[in-house]
């Protein structure tokens, strides 16, 4: 799997079978219910662009990760994964 940080809080991710696609994030970030949890310092461009891949997940440097499973299956089904707020 590899990631690559895009504009607008996006990420385009490819599977090793070869699925790709992108997960938008921007509603997901932008929400509160992201206060206090490992995910509100991904609202800094900077730290956002940190992404990686981290034993099969797609992960920031504080922990902060995304269902590996539940992207697939998205981005097979439609090429794009809306993480809702």
């Known amino acids: 799997m590899s990631v690559r940080p895009d ?9 090793v079978d070869g699925t790709a696609g ?13 206060k206090g949890t490992l995910f509100e310092p991904l609202r800094d461009p900077g730290y956002f662009r940190q992404v990686r891949v981290e034993l099969g997940a797609v992960a920031w440097p504080n922990g902060a990760d995304l269902a590996p499973d539940a992207m697939y299956d998205a ?10 707020a």
């Open 7 to 15: 504009e607008d809080f996006r990420l385009h991710v490819v599977f």
């Open 75 to 84: 981005i097979k089904a439609s090429g794009q994964w809306v993480v809702a």
């Open 22 to 34: 992108d997960v938008h994030l921007r509603a997901f970030i932008e929400s509160t219910s992201i």
